[in-house]
């Protein structure tokens, strides 16, 4: 059951642009929703998160918006850099429960 | 201080063996979560373990089990192994505090890979 969907598997950006990776979810009870950054044989590490309380959260380069109304959040990455290059998740939670896409992996060409 | 512990690295076994997967968690956190990586699947959520109860489970069928000790280490087992059980499994442990990630931490994986 996939509660959470990254329906682009891919997104390839130019340096010092905006990359914008989108996430949708369909369990409305999901109450907090956090984006990991993958890179190859490493585990996932956390990016940001949001509480559905919120709808927008911003941590330097990096802003998460969230719409609640459209079961959708996003991430910005503003200016986007070579080393931005990795899998991005999205994840939501509830309770004991975290979910994750399928993830989108970001590309960043110098 | 220390980060999630995850053993073996890699691991190669054969269709119909069992094998057990390891995790040390962040020392203090009590909460451990399994999850697996196949491509395109994205992060499957296995179990959760806290206390050395299961709280939550997924879609996985009964051949993927675990167990958490008292020590907050965690074990995860899979029998009969199938030729599309090959994925990364990854676990995390988390202090369920006020962190802005719930103090969610993912080892770096165990590769499995079923011949």
């Known amino acids: 059951d996939q509660q959470v969907k990254q329906n682009s598997p891919s997104l390839s950006v130019q340096e010092g642009r905006i990359s914008i990776l989108n996430c949708d979810y369909t369990?409305?009870?999901?109450?907090?929703f956090l984006w990991y950054k993958k890179y190859p044989a490493e585990g996932p590490t956390f990016l940001i998160s949001?509480?559905?309380?919120?709808d927008k959260n911003e941590d330097g380069r990096f802003t998460v918006f969230l719409n609640k109304s459209a079961k959708h959040l996003s991430l910005h990455i503003v200016p986007s850099q070579p080393g931005d290059s990795a899998v991005y998740f999205c994840?939501?939670?509830?309770?004991?429960?975290?979910?994750f896409g399928a993830g989108t992996r970001l590309t960043v060409k110098p | 201080k220390a980060g999630v512990t995850q053993t073996p690295r890699y691991l190669i076994k054969t269709r119909g063996q069992q094998v057990t997967l390891s995790c040390s968690p962040i020392s203090g956190h009590r909460s451990v979560s399994w999850y697996q990586q196949t491509p395109g699947q994205g992060l499957q959520f296995l179990f959760e373990?806290?206390?050395?109860?299961?709280?939550n489970k997924g879609n996985f069928p009964g051949r993927f089990s675990g167990r958490q000790f008292s020590n907050s280490r965690s074990e995860m087992n899979v029998s009969t192994l199938e030729l599309g059980d090959s994925a990364l499994y990854l676990c995390a442990s988390s202090s369920r505090t006020g962190e802005a990630n719930y103090g969610y931490t993912f080892g770096s994986g165990t590769r499995l890979t079923v011949v």
């Open positions: 949001i509480s559905s309380i919120k």
């Open positions: 994840a939501a939670m509830f309770m004991n429960d975290m979910r």
């Open positions: 373990y806290f206390s050395e109860t299961q709280r």
């Open positions: 369990n409305s009870m999901f109450d907090y």
